[in-house]
DNA sequence: ATATATACCTAGCTACACTAGGTATGGAAG
DNA sequence: CTTCCATACCTAGTGTAGCTAGGTATATAT
């Protein structure tokens, strides 16, 4: 479960370039280390939430001899949204961090 | 959102000493640096979920010429799971880390 | 000819954080 | 002394987001 974190873990799967439903998943999958292996179910309705919210653009493309694909890329809006959560999850992560770490002062 | 990581931080609260209710709402505020300042329709029912779970107990105390407070106070087995929930952290915020952060390698 | 991998889609479920209310008591302010 | 506030607890209901479990279709491999 990724809760709440998900929009910018796709938002950064497309800050490289442009890529398809099944590329994201397999970037997302390798670049977390297959920590994250994520359903269709998952991310095909983010991908849609983030381009009706104007973060993302998408259009059909078939590469010679393929099947059809809906490539996405981020807008500018999804840019500044990325940079957002980004400096979201470090503040969240640095957070959790110092309570799970106890944030009592140590004894010497 | 906490979403999925509010259980690791509430065991992590009372890992140290037996808190009560406003007090573990406290500590978390503090020890997040007022990043989390969760409201008692949060904190409670996580409380009643993890005692239901057997991972921490509680007791009615009064001190002196004050309100009565309930103590919770980690069990065994949730000392147990605050190391197993920790260790997940540790995966996720990882992972999370290294895709925020784009994991191609920098040109040089 | 059949199976497998690729590629997309969505209705509905569930879990869970949160909203928005409520009760009660101790101490401070007037 | 009574009114207000902070402390302290509780919970019914809501919103949502990720996931389950289904579906369609095409290209390649067997």
Redesign the interface.
Known sequence: ?L???LD??VL??L??EPAHGYGIIAT?K????N??DLPEGTVYPALHRLEEAGLLSSAWTTPQGGRRRRMYSLTRAGSAALAS??DA?G??????????R???TWPA
């Open positions: 479960m809760k709440g974190h910018a873990i950064a799967a800050e490289a997302i390798q670049g977390s280390g920590t994250f959560r980004r999850w503040r969240f992560s640095q957070a959790v961090d110092s309570l799970l106890g944030s009592r």
